[in-house]
């Protein structure tokens, strides 16, 4: 399986009513993931691929030269594209970011109406998660990795991700690495973690401490796979 196309994504049940505005070529590119954001500058937060999901509020209040400026940064940044309910703070496109976005050949998405924006990012998520066989794995984490390469997001991605971790001097940092790399194979079971990695479970308790402390919420499946994706990423970093 590879990742969705955006044609994809928008031929799920949750995004119909959805209408294409610009962009229109580049439907058949991959989606790595969708975000809602209100921010002006998301294009700090991205890795490339990434759908944008915005109620407009941001914009609204930004200036012509702003808006302008904001969609280039996506388009310079790798997005795959944006999508735009007008509704409350838009009730049409304004005509700088419209044209902005067909002179980029940047997709821009419409709603004209109100639509959940949670039953986007879990429609969408779900197809970009779907379950896969082990080969099927392969060629989904190759899409990714290569979407990541082909922006050139590969580095600030890895530092994302694991910036506190890489940061420790080399024996704590090998260790952590090396621990969480072998939680996230065996979904996060203590006991075959321990004995995959040959120390007592306390010490994978320990050390999950530790990385959840310097990492976050090493919960939530789309986290488990963000940290995927980066330690692959690193092993391909030259040292």
Not at 152 to 157: D, L, Q
Not at 165 to 175: C, E, F
Request: hydrophobic share 45%; with cysteine; glycine share 6%.
């Amino acid at each position: 399986m590879t990742l969705p196309s955006l044609k994809e994504i928008l031929a799920l049940p949750a995004f119909s009513g959805a209408e294409v505005l610009a962009g229109q070529s580049r439907l058949d590119e991959p989606v790595t993931w969708v975000h809602v954001s209100e921010v002006m500058d998301a294009w700090r937060f991205l890795s490339g691929g990434e759908l944008l999901v915005s109620t407009g509020l941001e914009l609204a209040r930004a200036t012509e030269a702003d808006r302008v400026a904001y969609m280039r940064s996506l388009v310079e940044s790798g997005a795959q594209g944006l999508v735009l309910e007008l509704a409350q703070w838009f009730k049409d496109v304004p005509d700088e970011l419209l044209q902005t976005a067909r002179l980029t050949n940047f997709p821009l998405v419409v709603f004209r109406n109100e639509v959940r924006f949670a039953d986007l990012t879990k429609a969408a998520h779900e197809r970009i998660l779907r379950p896969h066989s082990p080969s099927d794995h392969e060629s989904w984490l190759e899409s990714l990795l290569d979407a990541l390469a082909e922006t050139g997001r590969g580095p600030s991605f890895i530092e994302g991700q694991l910036g506190p971790v890489l940061a420790l001097p080399g024996r704590p940092r090998g260790t952590l690495l090396a621990t969480l790399e072998a939680l996230l194979n065996c979904h996060f079971n203590i006991a075959e973690t321990a004995r995959n990695l040959g120390v007592r479970r306390q010490s994978v308790y320990y050390r999950l401490e530790q990385l959840t402390g310097m990492l976050g919420d090493l919960d939530a499946p789309h986290r488990r796979t963000s940290l995927v994706v980066a330690l692959e990423l690193l092993k391909r970093t030259p040292s």
